[in-house]
């Protein structure tokens, strides 16, 4: 699998998804986040997916099964930049992922998950 970036901005893991990735790259992805939010004791991960033009149901459950994962290591998942034509796309296809929080932007989502407060 080629590597997913993962950089810590100020307690909270960006991710930002480069390209369309196969089933066992998102797997992997999940691990590895899971991981990385113990490792570095993250209170927040944004995962940045405004370069995809589609999202299978397979990534979206998946997505949606690392912010479980993620909340119960005390960070929150927002899920960044998803483009209009996939919102709808999920919809269509009847993916309802309750609990899984959505911004426009990487801004709008360190936001959300309190970037630049402290850690309680």
């Known amino acids: 699998m080629a590597r997913?970036?993962?950089v810590n901005v100020g307690g909270v893991l960006l991710v930002s998804i480069q390209d369309e990735l196969v089933d066992d790259s998102v797997a992997e992805l999940q691990q590895h986040?899971?991981?990385q939010v113990v490792a570095q004791r993250a209170r927040g991960v944004l995962i940045d997916i405004s370069v995809l033009?589609?999202?299978?149901s397979f990534l979206a459950r998946t997505l949606h099964d690392i912010a479980a994962a993620t909340s119960l290591l005390a960070a929150q998942t927002v899920v960044v930049g998803m483009r209009p034509a996939v919102a709808i796309t999920l919809v269509e296809?009847?993916?309802?992922l309750p609990?899984?929080?959505?911004?426009l932007s990487v801004d709008d989502g360190l936001a959300l998950v309190g970037h630049g407060t402290a850690r309680p």
Do not use: H, I, N
Not at 53 to 56: A, E, I, K, S, T
Not at 93 to 96: I, S
């Open 99 to 103: 609990g899984l929080r959505t911004a």
């Open 53 to 56: 033009d589609v999202v299978d």
């Open 33 to 35: 986040l899971t991981e």
């Open 93 to 96: 296809l009847g993916l309802m």
């Open 4 to 6: 997913v970036p993962v």
